[in-house]
Nanobody, 116 residues
Framework: QVQLVESGGGLVQAGGSLSLSCAAS????????MGWYRQAPGSQRELVAS???????NYEESVKGRFTVSRDNAKNTVYLQMSSLKPEDTAVYYC??????????WGQGTQVTVSS
């Protein structure tokens, strides 16, 4: 079992910045992938960014150049630094971890609201 606890998020004006963090605990295997999804009202959950334990990253097209995903393997923690935020970035952000062929484990979600 794996538990994920998110922190960060909140309300920010367009053009501003926010940081999210997510700490994983429990049975963590090397070679996992951690990252972030988001879900806006009435929309499907979409992948925002992911990072492997080796540091390879992947970003959703609309956040490239604005968001940065990073991780601290020693702390089993993944981060999402968001800048130049837009109202369309408003969503609940969920961190996740994927290990082997197991289903993803998810964080509780944190609200990010960007006002125009």
């Amino acid at each position: 079992q794996v538990q994920l606890v998110e922190s960060g998020g909140g309300l920010v004006q367009a053009g501003g910045s926010l940081s999210l963090s997510c700490a994983a605990s429990g049975t963590i295997f090397h070679g996992n992938v951690m990252g972030w999804y988001r879900q806006a009202p009435g929309s499907q959950r979409e992948l925002v960014a992911s990072i492997t334990s080796g540091g390879s990253t992947n970003y959703e097209e609309s956040v490239k150049g604005r968001f940065t995903v990073s991780r601290d393997n020693a702390k089993n923690t993944v981060y999402l630094q968001m800048s130049s935020l837009k109202p369309e970035d408003t969503a609940v952000y969920y961190c996740y971890i994927r290990q082997g062929f197991s289903p993803n484990y998810w964080g509780q979600g944190t609200q990010v609201t960007v006002s125009s």
